[in-house]
């Protein structure tokens, strides 16, 4: 069994800062690749950036420059600082999980979802 937990989302003014932090739980043996994933209300889920277990990062054109994805290996955990927000960063902000459980089953997890709401 294996569980995301997010944390770190809230309200925010425009032109402000935060860092969502997710951390894995469970029967993990190993993690690949974790990522953020962001939906707008009625819109559909995108890529905000991925980072592997070797530090190699990916983000969507759009938030490039703007986001920071990091990770700690020691702890499972996955975070993404978020700069510069504007209203139009509102959403649902998820985390993902590319990983191995201890029966080296290999799949991919979602945390619940952390809402980030920038106002202007």
């Known amino acids: 069994h294996v569980q995301l937990l997010e944390s770190g989302g809230g309200l925010v003014q425009a032109g402000g800062s935060l860092r969502l932090s997710c951390a894995a739980f469970g029967s993990i043996f190993s993690i690949n690749t974790m990522g953020w994933y962001c939906q707008a209300l009625g819109k559909q889920r995108d890529v905000v950036a991925t980072?592997?277990?070797?530090?190699?990062?990916n983000y969507a054109y759009s938030v490039k420059c703007r986001s920071t994805i990091s990770r700690d290996n020691s702890k499972n955990t996955v975070y993404l600082q978020m700069n510069t927000l504007k209203p139009e960063h509102t959403a649902v902000y998820y985390c993902n999980a590319d990983l191995i459980t201890l029966d080296y089953s290999g799949n991919y997890y979602w945390g619940q979802g952390t809402l980030v709401t920038v106002s202007s």
């Open positions: 980072i592997t277990s070797g530090g190699s990062t």
